[in-house]
Each structure stands twice: as structure tokens, then as C-alpha cells.
């Protein structure tokens, strides 16, 4: 085992606990799963005996999340889940194969839009005809610019349909009304998790993949110039990996969780400028921090009402957005000195 695979195997042996023999022996499809969070769920898939099948594009992807695997259970496929088609029973299926980064998904907008509908309409056939419990990884930003703040999953949303980001909003929201579609047409069973903002180890930190928290972690590291969008007032909640990851599985296995919505994510709100002198000290970092543009239609707030995942699946967020920072930022570190 790497030093990186043993910062994240202990979260893994977490989160994996309590899950029974839910996946023991199960057929298993997760599209994106070299993804951030889809490698997640490999990771805890394979430690809970699952047979898991990776689909990938790697468009934004990467084989490096996931070539630490080594388990016959383990299948990679290298294809756009928009070509997928398969005669194969899956037991469950985690559709999460999607570009995730605002700053991508504005330069590649239709890879966002088709991956989510056409993508979603090829997984909910496979659903359907093999009889699979499937769960559709949507987002919180189906809510767009949220004038309800936390947001509860009844909010129907504010979302600009023309604006940049909508290719990845209604996008989200278009894959929604599909699986819902399946569940009352064809009594797929069906689970739609809007995950809020996520971090962790393995989130790309290049490009326009970069979220804010590698972001911020790999400027400070490197005492360059940390980048707030905006004056920083506008908010967001970050939910570390481990925990959004076991939920996702809790809401997959779950009996009472079969056609709902559950938002995942943690209610800590903090503003972009917090979060990036919160990372400069724990770094110990000498970075400025400087201020740019703001993102056209970036929602001022975001922020859950976990009231109905608490009560549906018993879950709360445990690991503090401080705790989580020490982790991603060890990992980091430790990725830094690796590379040349
Ligand atoms: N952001 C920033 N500097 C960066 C990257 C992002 O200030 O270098 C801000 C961005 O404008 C947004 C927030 O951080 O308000 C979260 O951005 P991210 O790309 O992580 O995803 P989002 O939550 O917008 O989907």
C-alpha cells in the first residue's frame, strides 16, 4: 500500500462499517467510478465484497483513483455511459458519470447535458430490464440561485435556463423527471441523492476540473496567490467524502429510501473568503489572497436542511469541515512531494 492509499484507507474501513451484508456478493454498475466520488465507492464497494463494474469515459476521470484496486471483483470499462447498453443484471446501479466543475462543464457543455439525460435514459433501461435499484447522483444545484436557504428538498428551485450553468442545472433537473418517470411508469426503483459540495482526497486540482477546496490547498501549498471569485461573501457547505459516500450507499440499500429525494451534505456554511484563510492557516501558508471576477450566476448561498436524510436514513455528517481540511490536505502534500 502507498502512503496516499493509507490516508484514505481508514475512511474507507469507516464508512464501509455498519453496511451489513447489503453489497456481499452483489452485482454492482457504477458509471463514473473513476471519478472523485464514483472511486469512493468503488473502494468501499470491493471492501464489502461487492462485484463492481467501473464505467468510465475518463473524461474528467482518472485511472490513477482507481488502478490501486486490485480485486478480481473489479471490472473497468473504458465508455461513455451515452453508448452504454448492456444484457447484464445488475443488483444495483450509482449513476454518477458526469462533468461535476462549473469551469469544465461551461467549456463542455453538451458532454454535461448528454450524460446526464441521454446518459440517464441508457442506465434507466438497464435498470428497468434488470430489475436493479438504482440511484441517480443529482445535485444541489437543481436548486440554482436558492432564495431558501437551507434548502429542503421540497424547494422547487431557481434556475436560470439560459444561463452557463444551466447546462449542467437542468441537466440535473431533466435527470430527475426521468428516473421518477421510470419509477411511476415502470416501478424502477429508483433513489435521487442532490449531493451539496463534497471534498476529499483525489479531487483534481488542474484546470478547469479544480473546485475551490483543491484549489485554495494547492495554492497555499505552493505560496501562490489564493483566487476568490468575487468579494468571497458567497457561501457553501462542504461535506467531507467519507461521510457523503456512506450516505449515498445508506439511500441505495435502504428500504424507505425507494422513490425520494434526499439532499446530502453537511449544514456548516461558511463564506469563500473564510474557507480560503481557513486553508492558508492550517497550510501555514504565506499566499495572498487576491480577488477576481465573479462566476456569471454563482448562487450566493448553499447550504442543506438535512431534516428529512436524518430522518429517512439516520444519517448525519460526523468528520468537521476542519478535520476533513487535515486530511485533503495531507493527501495533497503527500501528491506535491510525489510529483516532479
Ligand atoms: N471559487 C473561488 N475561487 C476559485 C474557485 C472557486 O472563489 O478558484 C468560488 C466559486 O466562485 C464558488 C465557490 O468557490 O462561489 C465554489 O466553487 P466550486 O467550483 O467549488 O463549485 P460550485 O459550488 O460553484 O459548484
Redesign the pocket.
Known amino acids: 500500500m502507498t502512503l496516499i492509499d493509507s490516508i484514505t484507507r481508514g475512511d474507507v474501513e469507516d464508512a464501509a462499517s455498519g453496511m451489513g451484508k447489503a453489497f456481499e456478493d452483489a452485482n454492482v454498475l457504477l458509471t463514473g467510478g473513476a471519478g472523485f466520488v464514483g472511486s469512493w465507492l468503488c473502494d468501499i464497494l470491493i471492501h464489502l465484497n461487492a462485484r463492481v463494474t467501473c464505467l468510465d469515459n475518463l473524461s474528467s476521470g482518472r485511472i490513477s483513483n482507481i488502478d490501486h484496486i486490485q480485486s478480481e471483483r473489479f471490472t473497468f470499462v473504458n465508455q461513455d455511459v451515452c453508448r452504454f447498453e448492456t444484457e447484464e443484471r445488475y443488483d444495483y446501479i450509482l449513476h454518477l458519470a458526469s462533468i461535476?466543475?462549473?469551469?469544465d462543464y461551461e467549456k463542455r457543455p453538451d458532454e454535461a447535458l448528454l450524460s446526464n439525460s441521454l446518459g440517464s435514459y441508457r442506465v434507466s433501461e438497464a435498470a428497468r430490464k434488470g430489475g436493479s435499484t438504482i440511484l441517480f447522483a443529482s445535485s444541489?444545484?437543481v436548486y440554482g440561485d436558492a432564495e431558501v436557504v437551507p434548502t429542503p428538498e421540497s424547494y422547487w428551485g431557481n434556475v436560470n435556463p439560459l444561463g452557463v450553468r444551466s447546462c449542467y442545472d437542468e441537466a440535473k433537473r431533466f435527470g430527475e423527471s426521468l428516473f421518477m418517470a421510470y419509477h411511476r411508469r415502470y416501478g424502477v426503483d429508483v433513489r435521487i441523492a442532490r449531493i451539496f459540495?463534497t471534498f476529499g482526497p483525489r479531487m483534481r486540482a488542474d484546470g478547469a476540473y479544480?473546485?475551490?477546496?483543491p484549489?485554495?490547498i494547492t495554492?497555499a501549498l505552493r505560496d501562490q496567490a489564493?483566487?476568490?471569485?468575487?468579494d468571497?461573501s458567497?457561501t457553501?457547505s462542504f461535506c467531507y467524502i467519507a461521510d457523503t459516500v456512506k450516505a449515498l450507499l445508506l439511500q441505495l440499500v435502504r428500504k424507505n429510501a425507494r422513490g425520494d429525494v434526499l439532499n446530502i451534505g453537511d449544514t456548516c456554511e461558511v463564506t469563500?473568503l473564510e474557507?480560503?484563510k481557513k486553508i492558508r492557516e492550517t497550510v501555514d501558508s504565506e499566499s495572498e489572497i487576491t480577488f477576481?471576477p465573479?462566476?456569471p450566476d454563482?448562487?450566493k448561498r448553499?447550504c442543506p436542511d438535512l431534516t428529512k436524510v436524518k430522518k429517512i436514513l439516520g444519517w448525519t455528517p460526523k468528520t468537521s469541515l476542519s478535520d476533513g481540511l487535515d486530511k485533503t490536505i495531507e493527501w495533497f502534500r503527500v501528491c506535491t512531494q510525489d510529483s516532479p
Not at 479544480?210 to 477546496?213: E, G, L, S, T
Open positions: 461535476a466543475s462549473p469551469e444541489s444545484e459540495n479544480a473546485r475551490v477546496v484549489r485554495f495554492q489564493m483566487t476568490v471569485y468575487g468571497g458567497q457553501r469563500i474557507l480560503a477576481h465573479s462566476r454563482d448562487p448553499r
